[in-house]
């Protein structure tokens, strides 16, 4: 029982993927991250290495994935819409980012960055 709970501890998964990053194991570090997300979707601090590791990594996929389910649960999350804008955008997925930019603006209108953004992503799209 006691190893059953050890199994479905989503912080527990992130202390061990930190651990296995700072030894260099980026993948095993990356596996243990995306456990704790797949068993705790709310876990912010995951989701924020996530990010965080994916832009260091330039590895942008696992993070737009897992940011597109936590916002399946939290549409109204701006921060995160921008963030997952920001994932597309990395990505060269410029009409995603630019719909998902647009979707911060409907949920907190005054949200410069995601103006920038579209303004940046306007550009780019005319080209």
């Known amino acids: 029982q006691d190893l059953n709970l050890k199994f479905f501890n989503d912080k527990a998964w992130v202390g061990l993927a930190l651990i296995y990053r700072d030894r260099g194991d980026f993948q095993l570090a990356w596996g243990d991250l995306l456990k704790a997300i797949d068993i ?56 995603d980012a630019l719909r998902e930019a647009h979707k911060v603006l409907d949920i907190q209108p005054e949200f410069a960055p995601a103006k920038e953004l579209i303004r940046i992503l306007d550009l780019k799209l005319e080209n």
């Open 40 to 95: 705790n979707i709310y876990n912010q601090t995951a989701l924020k290495f996530c990010v965080d590791w994916a832009l260091q990594d330039m590895n942008y996929e696992p993070a737009r994935d897992a940011v597109e389910r936590y916002l399946k649960v939290e549409p109204q999350n701006a921060d995160w819409t921008y963030t997952l804008a920001g994932m597309y955008f990395q990505l060269g997925q410029w009409t």
